[in-house]
């Protein structure tokens, strides 16, 4: 019998605090300045594909971390030093995942390297799902691509919201709808190469936090791709678009369609994210306990502050716990029987609200104050339990897992 294990290996060790030391050295440092500024951090994601951190094969070697962990460990350290620009350094991998999930060995090997650039000539990609009518409602997407059989192209209308990168990626991935009398079962995913007349930047948005990750609509205006940049191909979606047909009128199985196939492997990888922000805001609360005093000692020495620090840190242990085991069984082919990939975005999305909150009261006044990371910290924590998914959309896919019924 195999020996069971929850400690890291020395390979995995050793690439942990290589990460840890740029997210100390490089990204903590440049972290107040990039929220301010609110700009794509360039310089830094440059740094990070000059030590090959920032590259297709540095996250394929993780992707493919025989214990499901090298990804989850690579995100928490990032998101420890800083959520914005690491998600700047690791939003990529998102579109990354979409091909990666949806198409053929010969889209992933022309384009996921397209995606990253290289050190020289760095390059982001955008994955393209949520729209401003349809966010967690998928089926009530409009984007539409229509086959062009005369030419062999698919002609791609509509506009998508909050995509990371969007309009400033050499690559964007783009969610569609084929047939929309399938709903959410009647969709296909794209690949937009450089340079695509039709596409173009709308609003860049100003948000409340991970500020240096460039977030925006794009515009999709007659935007004509090739055939052979459907994901998959037509034959496979020719196919699953008549099981679904088939299985819509019988009244049939679910038929996954290609923003869930996405979504649902990249959720314990955001629990990581989540899971590296709580960290860091534990943390700076209680380095500071240990030395701020009030009233004569440190004022870790009062129950009401020491109690939540343990109650934080047990919290983060959990949340991280809850990521590893989804990770390990997405790794290893077992199935979300009780939806475990949720459990984890969930569980760690809210634990990096609530400790990011406790640390700005243990810190006090100066938690609330932009002198100390707390504050930077709990602004970015907000958006864990919305992207990707909301904690709602979540307990949602839990419960209907748990119970087999169409719970509303």
Same mark, same amino acid.
């Given at each position: ?13 050793? %690439? ?6 740029f ?21 830094? !994601?440059?740094e ?10 540095f ?16 995100m ?16 990529t991998?998102l ?32 994955f ?7 966010g ?10 229509v086959?062009?059989?005369?030419k062999?192209?698919w ?12 309009? !400033?990626a050499n ?28 596409l ?18 794009? %515009? ?16 496979k ?25 996405t ?32 009233f ?23 949340a ?14 077992k ?19 609530? %400790?990011t ?24 924590a907000?958006?864990?339990? !919305? ?20 719970i509303?």
């Amino acid at each position: 019998m195999a020996e069971f294990t929850m400690e890291l290996n020395d390979e995995q060790k050793e %690439v942990r605090d290589w990460i840890h030391g740029f997210a100390a050295d490089v990204v903590r440092p440049a972290a107040a300045e990039w929220d301010e500024r609110e700009e794509t951090p360039w310089p830094v !994601i440059q740094e990070a594909a000059k030590i090959g951190l920032y590259s297709l094969d540095f996250y394929a070697q993780q992707f493919f971390d025989p214990t499901g962990l090298g990804i989850p460990m690579t995100m928490e350290e990032l998101f420890w030093g800083d959520a914005g620009i690491a998600l700047s350094i690791v939003g990529t991998g998102l579109a990354a995942v979409g091909v990666l999930a949806n198409g053929t060995e010969e889209q992933i090997g022309t384009w996921v390297p397209q995606m990253y650039g290289d050190a020289d000539d760095v390059k982001v990609a955008a994955f393209c799902s949520s729209e401003p009518d349809a966010g967690s409602d998928v089926a009530s997407m409009r984007t539409r691509a229509v086959y062009d059989e005369a030419k062999d192209e698919w002609v791609l209308n509509g506009t998508k919201t909050w995509a990371t990168n969007g309009g !400033i990626a050499n690559v964007h991935v783009v969610v569609a709808v084929v047939d929309p009398e399938l709903g959410s079962k009647g969709h296909a995913s794209f690949i937009v190469p450089p340079n695509t007349p039709g596409l173009s930047q709308g609003q860049k948005f100003k948000k409340h936090g991970i500020r240096a990750s460039h977030t925006a609509e794009v %515009v999709l205006e007659d935007v004509r791709v090739p055939g052979h940049c459907l994901l998959g191909g037509k034959d496979k979606l020719d196919e699953r678009l008549a099981r679904a047909r088939e299985k819509a009128k019988a009244g049939g199985e679910r038929v996954k369609n290609a923003a869930m196939a996405t979504f649902e492997a990249s959720r314990p990888a955001v629990g990581a994210m989540a899971v590296g922000t709580a960290r860091a805001a534990y943390e700076e609360a209680l380095e500071y306990a240990t030395t701020r005093e009030q009233f004569g000692r440190p004022i870790i020495d009062n129950q009401g502050v020491a109690f939540q620090l343990a109650d934080m840190r047990t919290q983060i242990d959990a949340a991280r716990l809850l990521v590893w085991r989804a990770s390990w069984m997405a790794t290893t082919g077992k199935p979300f029987t009780s939806a475990e990939g949720s459990m984890s975005k969930l569980f760690a999305s809210e634990t990096a609200k609530k %400790v990011t909150a406790q640390a700005i009261q243990i810190l006090g006044g100066n938690g609330f104050t932009r002198e100390y990371p707390v504050e930077r910290m709990h602004r970015d924590a907000a958006i864990y339990t !919305i992207f990707e998914g909301t904690s709602e959309i979540q307990r949602l896919v839990i419960a209907r897992t748990l119970s087999g019924m169409p719970i509303r």
